[in-house]
């Protein structure tokens, strides 16, 4: 309910007087002491849904993943089995240790990149603040939503999201938007002088604007009488929780983390039964196979995407793309249909009025200043026509504003899509002066000033004024007309209704010269996969005009009335051949975007209007600008801090690179678990030892977990950014069956030179002819042997995987991968000269094994390049 208890039949009801003495307020609003009493009384304007997610969740979050219970319930079974149930003399802890610090380090560097997240986006969103119009000391202020108070006085003008719910206690021609509170596709008008009916629903009453919707049309002025939870946004939000969106993104991710998880519970079992009935030690079978279970468990996998999304986030924020959920960041790169309005995006939006003129066609400074006092004295929405107007007067005309009055206006609406004030001057002459759409200015003209006198407006004169006006605007200059009428006759007050029998005066003549990198940005988003389609509400002359010179002057124009006559099926096709839609209305706009996606394609959305905010909310992703109005802020997933296309492929670009990153992870974790379950299965039947005891497959898990710390801050190619990106779970699979086994091939080479040549020259003979000291020097040259083959090989498969390309020599990882990469192969190699590597029944390597080692690298090299080529040829990319 609302304060008080009072219900808003209460406050619908209730007089102004009234509802401001409930508030200790008045109209003229709060001083700063007053909104701090109020607010301690009534509370913030802030919903409690959108409050942060406390720590204490973030860190189970982050600790407890699917990954990270596998590796603790083996931390507590290896406890067990190495410590409580052996021999004091026996007992080590050096595998719990290694196993908690995989967990500890995988969790904490999730935790750290998932509270840098929240603080990034939380810093991120204050770029993006959304404000009210509010009286406060006496005087009008914008100040953020969330600092507004039961009481205050707010003004509202087209564009406006209702930051609180208003008693409105006066109006003008006000329509707001309450689709988000009833589902209504069609905005409803309010109005403060209103007679509440019994019984009548809260939504429709027609003197209160609700937090969560926005004006349409119109202005008024009103008095907050809930905010935050107890507004009826509030409740609805209580009651209702937001879901999270599903991506495909997120989905991938969740699908190859159970399917190596899967193979993990498959893998390890077998590796144990396998080890168990042909070396007959069960329990160091058993340890070997859960040191397996933890070799093959991706922890790092939810470190991995979290530290790319939040880097990906801040590096698309130095090109000026704020992201507001990270989870767009996958959509973002995904784009490959871009849906932009014209105005600003490929304009300059910079409005010069280049002429004003009289219906000949003629200069004539009567109609600028009649244009003047129509942009000067309205409060409504004033655009940048507006503002060139009024730049124009100044410069060209000598206008004493104070000898006029205003008297009243009539807002503009997109429905009329015009606007009237009515100004009284000194002597008590009275004008009502309008400005709007050429076509819809002549519906409301009986009359027009032709050559200095008043006359009919005949269908002569007006296909005359037509023809003008297609001049106009195939030279790429936007056109409005100016109507005037004297001593307008008025009842109570002035209304749309007052808008008749009017003398069009001249026309206005605006550019909005294309950016000089428009045509630059639309070429390079081709080239990036991402073909923009233009919907636009502006006329087909002026769209055409501007698309010419940005390098679409080939593209036939479909106008907005003609959606209304056909089928999606139909839409469908003529949205996938042509590129340039014209005079659409919010709703043409949405069905285009919807049939889009129903055809397959992942559809960005570009705007900053009020009517954009529906299209912005059906595309994949919801893309505005800083300078936008607060509905388009609010729907949009990316913010960009400058309406450029060029930023916008920057920003695409940034969101491959991102989601390359973690293909990269993801991909070659599952195809080097897949190739050693190979590599283990078939030492483990053939050799009369163990392969690796399980503390030395612990610590080699270990060093190259931290080295695939480094993935996200790699390169990648820019062949991979080319063309736009989305998961396909079916990759994961093919990439594991190509790549895995390729990998085993050089273990076993390397279990056959080591079982063979090398363990036999320094521990003296074949292994069934050895003692048992000798045999323990041989399994212990044989471990150290695996231990830096595996190492090397699966280091090498991160460069040689990386990139289609030859590693290297076409293509070069970022500084960072090689450093922390290189650092983790010189840990490994030597690891077993050490006394360390000692403690884990390791030894030093003979002088011919490097030799060894170097051929295998290098036929390793060899092959993967050449299973490379053929899987690329086949599946078309590698990544």
């Not at 595998?95 to 509270?115: A, D, E, P």
């Not at 003692?771 to 090989?793: D, M, P, Y």
Request: charged residues 20%.
């Amino acid at each position: 309910m609302t304060n008080n208890k009072k219900t808003y039949e209460y406050f619908a009801s209730a007089g102004t007087q009234e509802i401001f003495e409930n508030y200790s307020s008045s109209n003229q609003g709060l001083t700063t002491e007053e909104a701090e009493t109020l607010r301690e009384k009534f509370g913030d304007n802030r919903i409690s849904h959108g409050k942060r997610t406390p720590l204490i969740v973030e860190v189970l979050k982050a600790y407890f993943t699917p990954f990270t219970v596998v590796l603790i319930t083996l931390a507590i079974i290896s406890f067990f089995t190495d410590y409580l149930l052996v021999p004091v003399a026996d007992r080590d802890l050096t595998g719990v240790i290694i196993i908690v610090t995989m967990v500890v380090l995988s969790g904490t560097m999730t935790l750290i990149q998932s509270v840098r997240s929240n603080k990034a986006t939380e810093k991120l969103e204050n770029l993006v603040k959304i404000t009210a119009n509010v009286l406060r000391n006496g005087k009008a202020q914008e100040m953020p939503i969330e600092n507004l108070v039961c009481g205050d006085v707010i003004k509202l003008a087209a564009g406006d999201m209702i930051p609180a719910d208003i008693r409105l206690y006066q109006t003008k021609d006000l329509f707001i938007s309450q689709a988000a509170m009833t589902g209504e596709s069609y905005p409803v008008e309010k109005k403060a002088n209103y007679q509440v009916e019994p019984n009548t629903a809260d939504t429709d009453l027609e003197n209160i604007a609700y937090m969560g919707s926005n004006v349409i049309s119109g202005s008024a002025e009103g008095v907050i009488i809930a905010t935050g939870n107890k507004t009826l946004f509030g409740q609805i939000a209580k009651d209702v929780s937001e879901k999270k969106t599903i991506t495909s993104f997120d989905i991938g991710i969740s699908k190859t983390s159970w399917l190596l998880i899967r193979f993990m519970l498959v893998m390890a079992p077998t590796v144990f039964l396998i080890n168990g009935l042909t070396k007959g030690d069960w329990l160091e079978a058993f340890l070997f196979g859960l040191s397996v279970a933890v070799g093959l468990t991706p922890e790092m996998l939810p470190m991995i995407v979290t530290t790319n999304l939040v880097k990906g986030a801040s590096a698309m924020a130095k090109k000026g793309t704020i992201i507001k959920n990270l989870n767009s960041i996958q959509n973002f790169g995904a784009i490959d249909i871009l849906c932009t309005d014209k105005t600003g995006t490929l304009t300059q939006d910079k409005i010069i009025l280049e002429y004003h003129l009289d219906v000949n066609g003629k200069e004539d400074t009567r109609v600028l200043r009649h244009a003047f006092f129509n942009s000067y004295f309205q409060t409504g929405l004033k655009n940048l026509m507006d503002v060139a107007i009024i730049d124009a007067a100044e410069k060209e005309l000598n206008i004493n504003s104070e000898d006029y009055t205003k008297v009243d206006e009539i807002p503009f609406d997109f429905q009329r899509r015009r606007m009237s004030v009515v100004i009284e001057d000194r002597t008590g002459k009275r004008q009502m002066i309008t400005k709007g759409a050429v076509e819809e200015m002549l519906e409301i003209s009986t009359y027009v000033d032709y050559q200095g006198e008043v006359i009919e407006l005949t269908e002569k004169l007006r296909q005359m004024i037509l023809k003008t006006v297609d001049d106009l605007n195939e030279d790429g200059l936007r056109v409005i007309a100016v109507s005037q009428k004297t001593n307008p006759s008025v009842v109570d007050e002035f209304s749309t209704k007052d808008e008749s029998n009017m003398v069009l005066i001249g026309y206005l003549a605006f550019l909005d010269p294309p950016k000089e990198t428009t045509k630059e940005a639309l070429e390079a988003l081709k080239q990036h996969g991402v073909s923009v389609k233009v919907l636009t509400g502006d006329n087909a002359l002026v769209t055409k005009s501007v698309c010419k010179q940005v390098g679409l002057e080939n593209e036939d124009l479909i106008v907005g009335s003609t959606l209304d006559h056909i089928t999606d099926a139909e839409l469908q096709l003529i949205a996938k051949e042509h590129n340039v839609f014209v005079k659409l209305n919010p709703s043409q706009k949405t069905r285009l975007v919807r049939v889009l996606r129903e055809a397959g394609h992942t559809v960005g959305f570009l705007g900053d209007g009020i009517n954009d905010a529906p299209a912005m909310k059906e595309a994949d992703v919801g893309i505005s600008v800083d300078t936008a109005v607060d509905i388009a802020k609010e729907s949009a997933d990316v913010i960009l801090l400058d309406k450029d296309l060029m930023i916008l492929e920057r920003g695409i670009l940034a969101g491959r690179t991102t989601f390359g990153n973690i293909m990269k992870y993801v991909k070659m974790t599952a195809s080097s678990n897949f190739g050693n379950m190979f590599s283990v299965v078939i030492a483990s039947i053939f050799l009369p030892f163990i392969p690796m005891f399980p503390i030395q497959l612990l610590f080699l898990n270990l060093i190259y977990d931290i080295s695939c710390m480094s993935i996200p801050w790699d390169k990648m190619d820019e062949e991979y950014l080319k063309t736009p990106k989305e998961w396909k779970a079916s990759s994961i699979g093919s990439f594991m069956k190509w790549f895995g086994p390729t990998s085993s091939v050089f273990d076993i080479t390397t279990y056959a030179v080591m079982y063979f040549i090398i363990c036999p020259a320094v521990a003296g003979g074949a292994y069934h002819t050895l003692n048992a000291e000798q045999q323990i020097l041989f399994i212990a040259v044989f471990h150290a042997g695996w231990f830096v083959e595996s190492l090397w090989t699966q280091t090498i498969v991160i460069y040689a995987l990386r990139t289609p390309k030859l590693p290297f020599i076409q293509s070069n990882p970022s500084f960072i991968l090689a450093t922390i990469t290189s650092l983790g192969i010189a840990v490994g190699t030597v690891l077993p000269f050490t006394q360390f590597g000692r403690d884990l029944d390791l030894v030093g390597l003979p002088s011919d094994y490097w030799i060894w080692l170097a051929v295998t690298i290098v036929a390793y090299l060899i092959l993967v390049m050449f299973v490379k080529k053929i899987y690329v040829r086949k599946f078309g990319e590698l990544l």
